[in-house]
């Protein structure tokens, strides 16, 4: 019933370098989803679906680990510069249309397990 959608590979050869692949599949879709997961994990919780909530904390939990590697890697490429990692992400949100943060509200606690710089996490809305 549910066909295979390649959009998250199709974002990624939007990327021109490792940098900015790096940060449209790792740091920005990752991170986000670890965002709109917490949205559903509570949402299941609510309506005392603890199993489904279960599943996706589990899920969560490794989407946070990707999200951790893309920022630990990011943050090596540009030498740890404050400027080009957010130049790089600004860059490649122009060109792909991705935001960070996406559509679930911030959620600084789970940035954090994610590996977002703290200045990066302070300067989110």
């Not at 974002?11 to 559903?40: C, D, K, P």
């Not at 080009?84 to 940035?111: C, D, H, Q």
Request: negative net charge; glycine residues 6%.
């Amino acid at each position: 019933d549910y066909t295979y959608d390649c959009r998250v590979w199709r974002r990624y050869f939007l990327g021109e370098t490792l940098a900015e692949r790096l940060a449209l599949q790792q740091v920005i879709q990752e991170g986000n989803s670890v965002e709109g997961n917490m949205v559903f994990i509570a949402a299941f919780r609510e309506v005392g679906d603890h199993e489904t909530a279960e599943i996706l904390e589990y899920i969560n939990a490794d989407e946070t680990v990707h999200a951790r590697f893309g920022n630990k890697w990011l943050l090596w490429l540009v030498d740890n510069s404050h400027a080009e990692y957010e130049n790089t992400l600004n860059r490649v949100m122009a060109n792909s249309g991705l935001k960070i943060p996406g559509k679930a509200p911030v959620n600084k606690y789970t940035r954090a397990l994610s590996a977002f710089p703290m200045w990066f996490i302070e300067g989110l809305p």
